[in-house]
């Protein structure tokens, strides 16, 4: 008889009968995934989609992701109101409002207001999931949240992590783990990258922060002195809020 | 005093006083890489680097990987003695010599010929990294073998896992990791994708092949009906020869 593994039924029967959580690893693979057949879920830990949860939480009218720091400028002429928040390489982009600290996203300073964000990576990984059937944003402050709503919508799934450059990184593939650590039970089969961030994920799930510290981010972030962002960004289920995507903002869904 | 994770030194200013060890999760991210500064490791464990290991130590005189099916019947017109592999989507391509399985490449069959392979997904990875300051093929049949070179060499090492039609596969990042597991204590450091790759291999390494039953890859094999190759591959130090890309060709490494 054949070993166990080889008596695993093929991806390709097994996805016709469950739904599908794939993980995608950085930007530079969305070209491979057919997104419009997915609800996607966009993953920038350190800091983008962890800023963008809690201000979305703390009562942002909308937040709106662009790709470059010269579209940011050509909202604010439109819409001097806007909060402009633009970083590139980690740092506040000089004569904007604010970066991607989630500090910056607090009520006193986001409620009904709308702000214009862009990121190295974070608005990269939106751009190129624009077609899916539906983007989130997630983060480990909203992690419940999404994870109760993915179950119900029961859809094929992808974890789109922003990465770093287009390369992989640790946490964001970590909190992917995290979602598939979920979701595993609920009738969703995981691919190959899923499967790697569960796995990582169970290594790494009892101490996150120590658990990162291995990542080259946690020493650029260090080097910036964001290290009370990182901390922040780690707290899970401090909001229950989810940012969605429609008509090209960031917006509460309800 | 910050915690433990934010006093790690930066990426930067340890690859200034170690040897960087980096994992390229699939070809798709070899143009992120100066692949000019790297020693470069090909993986491609289901089959192709498996066999090449197999195929060189058993005294194949060369073997030449070419990206597509043509190019290996122009070889053919030039040089009649030459035996041709091809493969597609896993399947042996008609009228060949043979595919890819390791079985093909016994002392018997290949021992003083040239065979030009083409294959799915290794060969891409080897043609885009074709700039590297020295490109060998890696597979667990020669695992110790490559792990003590590369710590001979005490270069900048990219792991190049061929991955499954660009995307990510568990079962070349688990034998990156396999490579991180002996190399980091030898004064590499390693990047995000080599600790991850290192704690899948953790995770896995009591039992390989149970571990890999997870994989969609396994139940693509299996379909194919070639468990004995998935066996064989999975076998650790059976060889010890180097294959090294000369001059467009896989020779033994001396």
Known sequence: MAPAFLRTPSHATR????????????????????????????????????????????????????????????????????????ERNGEVVSGFNFSNSPFSYTKEKVAG??????????TNALHLSRKAKKIIIGSFLNL???????KKQNENTLLVCAGWKNNFNLEDTLFAGAIADRLKGSGFILDDAAIAAYDLFQVGKSDIPAYLAKTSHSGRLK??????????????????AIPILADDKLVKLV
């Not at 995608?24 to 996607?40: G, M, Q």
């Not at 207001?113 to 974070?122: D, E, M, Q, S, Y």
């Not at 080097?223 to 229950?240: H, R």
Request: hydrophobic residues 45%; negative net charge; aromatic residues 8%.
């Open 15 to 86: 996805t016709k009968i469950m739904t599908e959580l794939a993980v995608c690893l950085t930007p530079s693979l969305i070209p491979l995934f057919e997104v419009e057949n997915y609800i996607v879920v966009v993953i920038d830990i350190f800091r983008a989609t962890s800023s963008i949860c809690y201000g979305i939480e703390n009562g942002a009218e909308a937040i709106i992701p662009v790709a470059e720091v010269e579209e940011c400028l050509a909202f604010q002429e439109k819409h001097p109101d806007y909060l402009l928040a633009a």
């Open 144 to 150: 419940t949240s999404i994870c109760n709503w993915l």
């Open 223 to 240: 080097k910036l002195g964001i290290e009370k962002d990182i901390a922040f960004c780690l707290q899970v289920d401090i909001t229950t």
């Open 113 to 122: 207001r709308t702000i214009v964000l862009t990121t190295t990576n974070g």
